[in-house]
């Protein structure tokens, strides 16, 4: 299952805003991909504690779910000097203790970084369908 969940917002897990909907949407996927905007248009805006935001709030409602495969998507690069890109990366990644969790750059306005996303998405997808198949 592919499911599109717009921002949890913090307090989602004790009902704020439509975050108990919404994470219960989540618990039925096998793999969440977490698409942040590592150039947001408000400076006061901080990624990183977006997706701790998340993450918290995945970890109130269910702790199981806190554990699903999830990837970091960082959308928007496109905005970002190309120069620039990896160390900005990679020191966000660093600040989100990601460790060797998948993560990918991407710009839905270019198309850049997105194909490759779509096929590991699909391969783990399949693998976890053929899994389940044999299971």
Same mark, same amino acid.
Request: aromatic residues 6%.
């Given at each position: 299952?592919?499911? $599109?969940?717009?921002?949890?917002?913090?307090?989602? /897990?004790?009902?704020?805003? #439509?975050?108990?909907?919404? #994470?219960?949407?989540?618990? @039925?996927?096998?793999?969440? #991909?977490?698409?942040?905007?590592? =150039?947001?248009? $408000? *400076?006061?805006? *901080?990624?990183?504690?977006? &997706?701790?935001?998340?993450?918290?709030? #995945?970890?109130?409602? +269910?702790?199981?779910?806190?554990? %699903?495969? %999830?990837?970091?998507?960082?959308?928007?690069?496109?905005?970002?000097?190309?120069? *620039?890109? +990896?160390?900005?990366?990679? /020191?966000?990644?660093?600040?989100? %203790?990601?460790? @060797?969790?998948?993560?990918? /750059? &991407?710009? =839905?306005?270019?198309?850049?970084?997105? $194909?490759?996303? =779509?096929?590991?998405?699909? /391969?783990?997808?399949?693998?976890?369908?053929?899994? =389940?198949?044999?299971?």
């Amino acid at each position: 299952m592919i499911a $599109d969940i717009p921002g949890v917002i913090e307090g989602a /897990a004790e009902g704020a805003g #439509l975050g108990i909907q919404f #994470l219960k949407h989540v618990s @039925r996927t096998s793999l969440l #991909l977490h698409v942040v905007d590592v =150039a947001p248009m $408000d *400076d006061a805006i *901080d990624p990183v504690e977006q &997706v701790k935001t998340i993450e918290r709030e #995945l970890k109130k409602f +269910d702790a199981e779910l806190s554990k %699903r495969p %999830r990837w970091l998507v960082f959308n928007k690069i496109d905005l970002i000097a190309e120069e *620039d890109r +990896d160390g900005h990366l990679k /020191a966000m990644v660093k600040r989100l %203790r990601w460790g @060797r969790k998948p993560w990918f /750059a &991407v710009s =839905a306005a270019t198309g850049e970084g997105c $194909d490759e996303v =779509a096929k590991r998405a699909m /391969a783990f997808i399949e693998t976890e369908k053929r899994d =389940a198949a044999e299971g």
